[in-house]
């Protein structure tokens, strides 16, 4: 059972490159989302999608770019990286949003010197 | 401002021991709260509380929720060294739109000594 799986799991960049995250899930969750974590700070939600082709803004969106193409994909993409995106990307899913729960993946270590 | 605070933010015991962990909350149209348990990695799912005064129990573990005082308390009985991790607290609100998220709080980091 695959679940939520993102890839890469580890990546160094330079200021001002850029990459894309890839979150795969395979339980047929209507909602995605992308969160990011930093020491003190919890769990921040940057992008979120509630259906295929649909996405939004969360708490913390600047810097970033978010596709939602196929209903078990979403992608989080970073057009020119900043040491400030330095952080731990994790994707999750789920079957409707409004507070229920969230399956998340095994998370992206990020950094970017 | 929508807000989950946990408390402590840290926590160091002994194995055998019994824990409490605590979150409260500030959050428009609240529609329940979760606890996950975080170890290297993923945050794993524990409870999703929506009623007020309803314990929900797992093994060792028990939480409850009090929608008048806008709280939740994870309790952690008979503690061992593979409790040993961060327990988040997230909020969920109603609706749709904007609001189909989860409020994390920052965690408690759990200990657990042999």
């Known amino acids: 059972n695959a679940g939520v799986t993102q890839t890469p799991k580890f990546r160094v960049l330079k200021t001002g490159q850029s990459m894309t995250l890839l979150c795969a899930q395979d339980m047929n969750h209507e909602y995605m989302y992308w969160y990011r974590q930093d020491p003190g700070m919890g769990l921040r939600l940057i992008h979120y999608?509630?259906?295929?082709?649909?996405?939004a803004k969360g708490e913390v969106p600047d810097g970033y770019n978010v596709s939602r193409l196929k209903k078990q994909n979403f992608l989080l993409g970073l057009e020119s990286a900043a040491p400030s995106q330095t952080s731990v990307y994790f994707c999750?899913?789920?079957?409707?949003?409004?507070?229920?729960?969230?399956?998340f993946g095994q998370g992206t270590r990020l950094t970017v010197v | 401002e929508d807000k989950v605070v946990q408390s402590p933010l840290s926590l160091v015991v002994h194995e055998g021991d019994t824990v409490t962990l605590n979150c409260s909350y500030e959050?428009?149209?609240?529609?329940?709260l979760l606890w996950y348990k975080q170890e290297k990695k993923a945050p794993t799912f524990l409870f999703m509380l929506t009623s007020s005064g309803i314990e929900k129990k797992s093994g060792r573990l028990s939480s409850i929720l009090d929608k008048k005082e806008l709280f939740s308390i994870l309790n952690i009985t008979a503690t061992q060294t593979g409790d040993s991790a961060v327990y988040l607290c997230?909020?969920?609100?109603?609706?749709?739109?904007?609001?189909?998220?989860?409020?994390f709080g920052t965690g408690t980091l759990l200990a657990v000594q042999p």
């Open positions: 959050v428009t149209n609240f529609r329940s």
């Open positions: 999608s509630v259906g295929e082709g649909t996405t």
């Open positions: 999750a899913s789920s079957w409707t949003g409004s507070g229920t729960e969230a399956f």
């Open positions: 997230a909020v969920g609100q109603r609706g749709g739109g904007a609001t189909n998220k989860l409020i």
